[in-house]
């Protein structure tokens, strides 16, 4: 399992990044704790030439009590945001799930912004961003912008960071509600879900869907027969409405609308 | 004290984990060369053309070689079916080897094997042994002019007496392809250098693979040099030859550099052999009380796109075993062989006796359903009863050494609370919250401790003895050298334990080495659950001999009749007068004194070397019973609790028998719920990732609850039967029979493996039957 040849360039400052980002152009990469990059460049699936790490820069991991909401550094590993008590206490659901990302290696090495860069509708910390509807603040060489989560995963492993940006911090609303679930079906412990539902049920409750389409996805029709109070299972009888889930190895489209409707009734019992 | 059966500490571990293993890609030569294979992509094809002009171009590329440029005689394998060492105009297989690259470093390798483009016509692919069969099929060896390249056929004499019984059933099961998949991939190293080959290889038969690539070289066996340093796992898969093997030599020699080879998961995922692969028509009738009055077992050998010697054998041993641990008067047997489009088919743990032993626990269980009798008793009433042994079956290769069957069940429901169970699973059936139960049991047969002369050398082995030389030191500690090669089965401390019981030598005095043909005196190697069984027996057979002729050295020195000794504990004594002794140390270093040693001996001359046989296989049964839980929302299937009763004869180490246990039923579980090599309609492996192919760990298995009941072997003077391959045999038809049991209300009869959620949750919606 060898890659192809690429150069490798440390930064050391988010503007090192975007400038190497500039020089290098399309043939860069970013890489952050690489467990998503990786892999995919040892089985030559991305050949990028040049691989810019931004694993060292310490500004970029933090979690932070900015009034009502928290921030979150893009490089903040899965390990510090699964213990971070501020996150438990304002958003329980993002701690939780953080916990149930792949295994202690894995979180301890895996990013939050490098998870959600990824776009892939298979992972679980992208379905927590749209349940609790952060907002995603992304550097590049004219400076920042703030991306909503609905806007933020735009296609299949493709996301609204442009090739010349950064993911920066992702911003979560202080969680006021009481009710939330992490609901992960999955064959093994360390795996992907096969289906998963992240809810937050409040005044604008929230449900994000894992592996439910080919970008990570919200249960629209489900939140809103939630919202307008309608009963727990016609709530969950919603949850793939609307929505495409693929076919593979692992469960076909029919199973995992059933499941889907199974965790999401399993969540807002729970919840 | 005495060692065999002693909960000792394996003497392996420190190194292993300190870091101090050696494992053939720690090796390290100055001037190593690496090699990285061109693999086929297309499961069905022919080479139109290879251009390798741009990999020539890489920068640390030495080198190119195709089956055009490198002359290589095929495979050694099955006459008339010979795997061509590179692929020659065709391709039979998705990962089959076309051209190798040989440059500075293994980057430069992998990139240069990147840039070799294979131009393919693409033939028509068949994947299953269905497709294999039918007409107009796609041939993989049109000179053979049918897929099917080995038929046996049945007798078939009992169609009567199942048509006049008075119930049958007729299955139709699979027993699903797996990939062995050992934590160490395939490693090799060759070093072809003016005084001859020495080659590092991740193996389990060192002797044998010296022998073989002797012999294909064409070189002396004394300038060939086998090592097999530690070796992570081999599971069987590393017994049979693949090209690598070959190629790294012959590349090593055309160069004059030693070559290595690592193999990528990946590559091992599709290139290292697969097991199991069967399909199965089973027939099985039985009378009112649910006694069997016939078995008849039709088996479809997937033998992957080449045939190898112990692939072919696989449905032999299966239906020699068909008949499990019951009494069954009229038993018939066939089998086909089957080439098709997917990676060859060999040993994998257990090699043909788990897909008997699922077959017969299977059977067992539709009687219980047609007759509505307990799966326990339907067992129960068809035990061969322990006075029958030994006990002469349909197959001339069993005849059955000892057991106790109904024994192992008494255990067994000792051990679980059977009746609990059936409450609870009734209870839950009503509660909607709770899982649905199944609880299932199998009853386990298998043939170990290969073997009786004869057995092993139709698999192309040199013998089926084992050798064993123990080597007293001038210190009176010894060093057991063996051809027992292990791949992590603790065979060093084992040994220790018999040598220390019956050469009265301390445990921490003895060391065993093995994987070196240069020291070793020959060898056969470790399969077919037969260390103990027949190179522990050797050991103890030179240790006794050894003991004889040291008794001589110590009555000269203690002037005592030879008779009168004993030894124990390091030291001899003279029986009732134990203050008269001499140490081993004493002992041993005046066996190299020749103005010390009695007249008649010769210095030196305690050493002793065995080329250790059994009379006949041993035959290890046991009786597991499984829970299962079952969401009753989304099919989830997990395993609760396994209770596992073994009997294996006399047991040497009690850890170490848990633990090979513990592994066979952990990969008997994952064969049963997680694994499954999968292919797609041309030919595309699907599951060639530990991403899709499912090993489960520890949180996906249960805490296993053990009991044990021992009845000796006569095969072996220590009465030991062999451990390895127990748990991969016993648990696949537990757990499939407590599916099943789950499901049972819903008139289910039989769920094929891998018994995945979605497959259960098919059912649970009225699905499959
Ligand atoms: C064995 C294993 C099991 C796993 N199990 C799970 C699981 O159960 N659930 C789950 O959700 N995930 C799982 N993962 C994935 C894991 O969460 C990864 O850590 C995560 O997907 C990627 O984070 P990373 O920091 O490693 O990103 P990298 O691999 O470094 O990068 C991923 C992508 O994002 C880009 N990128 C990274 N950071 C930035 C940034 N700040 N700005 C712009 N682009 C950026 C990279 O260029 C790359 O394209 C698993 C991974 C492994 C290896």
């Not at chain 2, 090699?35 to 640390?60: N, P, T, W, Y």
């Not at chain 2, 006075?387 to 051990?415: K, Q, R, W």
């Not at chain 2, 992590?488 to 043909?517: N, P």
Request: aromatic share 6%; with cysteine; proline share 6%.
């Amino acid at each position: 399992m060898i890659p192809a040849k690429f150069d490798y360039k440390p930064a050391s400052s988010a503007e090192e990044a975007i400038a190497l980002l500039a020089e290098y152009g399309d043939e860069a990469k970013i890489i952050a704790g690489g467990h998503s990059l990786l892999p995919l460049m040892k089985l030559r699936l991305a050949n990028p030439e040049v691989l810019i790490d931004i694993g060292g820069i310490n500004d970029l991991s933090f979690i932070e009590d900015k009034g009502d909401h928290i921030a979150v550094g893009a490089l903040t590993r899965h390990r510090l945001v699964e213990q971070s008590d501020l996150l438990k206490e304002h958003i329980p659901l993002l701690a939780h799930t953080a916990g149930h990302v792949g295994d202690p290696q894995v979180r301890n090495r895996g990013t939050i912004g490098g998870s959600l860069c990824h776009g892939d509708p298979a992972s679980d910390l992208p379905a927590v961003v749209l349940a609790t509807r952060a907002s995603l603040l992304i550097t590049g060489p004219n400076g920042e912008r703030k991306v909503e989560a609905d806007d933020f995963f735009t296609d299949f492993w493709e996301t609204a960071v442009a090739e010349d940006e950064l993911l920066t911090e992702i911003q979560f609303p202080k969680f006021t509600g009481q009710e939330w679930s992490f609901q992960k079906f999955n064959r093994r412990a360390q795996d992907w879900a096969i289906v998963g539902c992240a809810l937050q049920h409040s005044d604008n409750p929230g449900i994000g869907m894992i592996n439910m389409g080919t970008t990570p996805v919200r249960a629209s029709a489900a939140e809103a027969a939630l919202k307008s109070g309608e009963a727990n299972s016609d709530v969950a009888d919603l949850a793939d409405d609307g929505l495409s889930p693929p076919s593979d190895i692992h469960g076909q489209e029919d199973y995992r609308r059933h499941l889907s409707r199974v965790l999401l009734g399993r969540a807002l019992d729970n919840s | 004290m005495s060692l065999v059966g002693a909960r000792v500490v394996r003497k392996e571990d420190p190194n292993l984990i300190s870091g101090r293993g050696q494992f053939v890609d720690d090796v390290k030569i100055a001037g190593t060369a690496h090699m990285v294979f061109v693999r086929s992509i297309e499961a069905h094809a022919q080479i139109k053309a290879i251009d390798v002009s741009a990999a020539l171009e890489c920068e640390g590329v030495i080198g190119v070689w195709t089956a055009e440029n490198l002359e290589l005689a095929p495979l050694p394998g099955v006459p008339g079916l010979e795997r061509p060492t590179l692929a020659k105009e065709k391709v039979r297989f998705v990962g089959e080897a076309i051209a190798v690259v040989v440059a500075e470093n293994s980057y430069a390798a992998a990139d240069g094997a990147e840039l070799v483009f294979v131009e393919y016509e693409p033939l028509g692919v068949v994947t299953s042994v269905n497709e294999a069969m039918a007409d107009n099929a796609p041939l993989l060896y049109e000179a053979i002019g049918s897929n099917v390249v080995m038929e046996v056929p049945s007798p078939d004499e009992h169609q009567e007496i199942i048509d006049a019984a008075p119930h049958s059933v007729s299955m139709h099961i699979v027993n699903n392809r797996c990939a062995p998949a050992p934590m160490e991939p395939l490693v090799c190293l060759a070093d072809y250098g003016p005084s001859g080959l020495t080659l590092w290889a991740s193996f389990q038969a060192p002797h044998h693979l010296r022998n073989t690539v002797s012999s294909w070289l064409g070189i002396a066996q004394d300038q060939c040099r086998v090592i097999t340093p530690d070796v992570g796992g081999g599971f069987g898969a590393k017994v049979n030859f693949t090209p690598e093997l070959f190629i790294a030599p012959t590349l090593s020699k055309l160069l004059g550099r030693p070559i290595k080879y690592t193999q990528t998961r990946s590559e091992c995922m599709t290139e290292m052999y697969h097991g199991r692969a069967q399909e199965q028509d089973v027939d099985i009738a039985f009378d009112d009380e649910g006694k069997i009055l016939a078995l008849r077992v039709m088996v479809y050998q997937d033998q992957g796109g080449y045939a190898d010697p112990t692939g072919m054998g696989l449905p032999a041993l299966t239906t020699t075993m068909a008949a499990g641990c019951y009494m069954i008067p009229n038993v018939s047997v066939a089998w086909k062989n089957i080439v098709t489009n997917t990676t060859p088919v060999a040993a994998y743990r257990g090699a043909g006796r788990p897909e008997a032993s699922y077959l017969i626990e299977r059977a067992i269980d539709q009687i219980a359903y047609s007759l509505e009798i307990d799966p326990v008793e339907v067992r129960r009433r068809n035990y061969i009863p322990t006075e029958n042994f030994p006990y002469a079956t349909h197959s001339e290769i069993a005849v059955y050494d000892s057991g106790n069957f109904a024994g192992c069940m008494d255990e067994l429901l000792n051990i679980m609370d059977y009746d609990a169970i059936r409450d609870e699973q009734e209870k839950n059936r009503e509660d909607p919250g709770k899982p649905l139960l199944g609880v299932g049991f199998a009853s386990w047969l298998e043939i170990a401790g290969f073997g009786p002369p004869g057995s092993l050398e139709g698999f192309g082995h040199l013998g089926s003895w084992e050798s064993v030389q123990v080597r007293i030191q001038p210190d009176g500690s010894a060093i057991i050298y063996t051809g027992a090669s292990p791949h992590g089965q603790g065979t060093v401390t084992t040994f220790a334990q018999i040598a220390s019981d019956y050469l009265g030598i301390e445990f921490d005095k003895i060391s065993v080495r093995h994987g070196d043909t240069a020291t070793i005196p020959q060898g056969i190697g470790t399969l077919g659950s037969r260390a103990v069984a027949v190179g522990g027996e050797g050991v103890k057979t030179a240790s006794v001999k050894i003991v004889e002729r040291a008794k001589q050295v110590a009555a000269h020195l203690l002037e005592a009749n030879p008779e009168d000794l004993t030894v124990e504990d390091g030291n001899f004594s003279v029986k009732g007068t134990p203050a008269q002794t001499v140490s081993w140390a004493e002992v041993a270093w005046t066996s190299f004194r020749p103005l010390e040693i009695p007249e008649e001996m010769e210095p030196g001359s305690l050493d002793t070397t065995v080329l250790q046989q059994v009379p006949n296989f041993s035959f290890p049964s046991g009786a597991y019973g499984c829970v299962v839980e079952i969401d009753k929302e989304t099919g989830d299937t997990r395993v609760r609790d396994m209770y596992l009763v073994d009997d294996c004869g006399t047991v040497i180490s009690p850890m170490l028998a848990e633990g090979q246990v513990h592994g066979g039923v952990a990969q008997g579980i994952a064969q049963a719920l997680y694994e499954e090599v999968k292919y797609d309609e041309n030919g595309q492996p699907t599951t060639g990732t530990f991403v899709d192919y499912l090993i489960p760990a520890a949180p996906e298995l249960p805490t296993f609850t053990s009991g044990r009941i021992s009845t000796p072997t006569p095969n072996n003077t220590l009465g030991a039967k062999g451990i390895g391959e127990s748990g991969s045999v016993g648990a696949p038809p537990a757990v499939i029979n407590a599916v099943v049991d789950a499901l049972r209300h819903l008139d289910v009869t039989h769920v094929d493996m891998p018994a995945t959620p979605q497959k259960i949750w098919r059912i649970l919606q009225g699905g499959a039957k």
